[in-house]
């Protein structure tokens, strides 16, 4: 049996796990509209703006990826108390099959990645984020939430983006926890330190990200 045909065989069980997410949640915008002139004040588009959406990214998308498929997800995250925090919080409640556990931060800046298209053209992001470790206090809670959803979890998914919640504060202690509980980790690492993540059971970088933890060219397959 091939690696994907044992793949498919599992996904009629796959509404039975419990996967707890934790990682670096943010708040995707797209602004959409037409582009018909340039602008007079720089050799740039000007966006009439139509339509307006957002929706979770980074561990938030996991997550709603995880309960899209059928199984039931727990996340963990880290939000300040800002505009664009209760917009994340709001967006995630209305995610069927994902339980919702943020820890909030105090002048925190939630991680926010605006992206204005003109049709199907990408023309600008623009992202408003806080890469700082979380304080003390918050990486308190977020192990908190983490504790209190492990025993419940079947797996456990590390989502890294290098915003800041998976300091080495909350990644070694959750790891280490986890690792206790028997539980299987599996890392989507960001950090070119894959000693950060040792303890877990599988890591999933992308050619590039392999490339800058292990300084070697990433060209080939071999």
């Not at 793949?7 to 934790?22: D, E, G, K, Q």
């Not at 720089?42 to 997550?63: D, L, Q, T, W, Y």
């Not at 993540?197 to 599988?202: L, R, S």
């Amino acid at each position: 049996m091939t690696d994907a045909a044992a793949l498919a065989a599992r996904l009629p069980s796959l509404h039975r796990a419990r996967v707890l997410v934790i990682g670096d949640v943010m708040l995707d915008r797209y602004v959409e509209g037409t582009v018909e002139r340039m602008s007079p004040e720089a050799p740039i588009p000007v966006v009439r703006v139509e339509a307006e959406r957002s929706m979770p990214g980074g561990a938030g998308n996991v997550a709603r990826n995880i309960a899209a498929l059928g199984a039931e997800a727990m996340l963990v995250g880290l939000v300040g108390d800002d505009g664009a925090g209760l917009a994340l919080r709001q967006c995630l409640s209305a995610a069927k099959g994902v339980e919702v556990l943020l820890a909030v931060e105090a002048g925190r800046a939630t991680t926010v990645k605006t992206r204005y298209l003109a049709g199907r053209q990408q023309l600008l992001r623009a992202d408003t984020e806080s890469t700082a470790p979380a304080s003390a206090a918050a990486a308190e809670e977020l192990l908190r939430l983490f504790a209190s959803a492990l025993a419940r979890a079947d797996v456990v998914v590390f989502s890294d983006y290098a915003k800041g919640t998976l300091s080495d504060a909350v990644l070694r202690p959750a790891i280490e926890r986890a690792k206790a509980a028997g539980k299987p980790m599996v890392v989507d690492p960001k950090s070119r330190n894959a000693a950060r993540y040792g303890g877990a059971d599988v890591l999933t970088p992308n050619r590039h990200e392999l490339a800058a933890a292990t300084a070697l060219e990433g060209d080939g397959d071999g």
